[in-house]
């Protein structure tokens, strides 16, 4: 049998890698609260409102502006991976089976700062390739088991994690 599982390891940043860390969940969260402002006007004016592909089109419309422009400095990965968790929020939130439903709401700086690579990313020892940001290292507290196929970093306590999910045969 086949099962997903995470591993989570703190990262030795430096002030440069933080400020980055810090400005790609920055952009992650303004596109999350750019999109859901959006489909909340729409939902008020009762108009259908924008799933995934419709939103991606708006993430690149946002990055060729020029207010916007240094949305093109962060990795597109984290910043589609935002608009993924927004649509599935939405679904989630108008699924009729769903104990707890609800709207999702703004994000506000500071909590829940994280972003995720589907994508793109290295393991290497106890170093992690993290596009746009570098090699990164991290205590390796343990060893990783199974094949790697995302990678979420967070800020908690102002110390950034990465938690990796691997898949791995049980």
């Keep these: 049998m086949i099962i997903r599982k995470a591993f989570k390891y703190k990262l030795k940043t430096t002030p440069d890698i933080e400020q980055k860390c810090a400005m790609m969940a920055g952009c992650c969260r303004l596109v999350w609260n750019k999109a859901l402002a959006m489909n909340l006007y729409r939902l008020e004016n009762k108009q ?4 995934y592909n419709e939103l991606s089109f708006w993430l690149t419309f ?12 962060t990795h597109s990965q984290p910043l589609q991976q935002t608009l993924k968790n927004l649509d599935k929020a939405f679904k989630d939130g108008f699924d ?6 609800r709207i ?3 994000k506000r700086k500071g909590q829940h700062d994280s972003f995720r690579y589907p994508q793109g990313f290295k ?5 992690v390739f993290l596009p746009k940001i570098g090699w990164v290292g991290f205590f390796s ?8 196929k995302n990678i979420t970093v967070v800020r908690e306590a102002n110390v950034w994690h990465i938690s990796v999910q691997v898949e791995m045969e049980v």
């Design 123 to 127: 393991l290497e020892g106890n170093r």
């Design 96 to 101: 009729k089976n769903q104990p707890n439903k």
């Design 48 to 51: 259908p409102i924008l799933w």
């Design 62 to 73: 946002w990055k060729s502006t020029e207010n916007l422009a240094f949305l093109k400095q």
């Design 104 to 106: 999702p709401k703004f």
């Design 141 to 148: 507290s343990r060893e990783l088991e199974g094949t790697p």
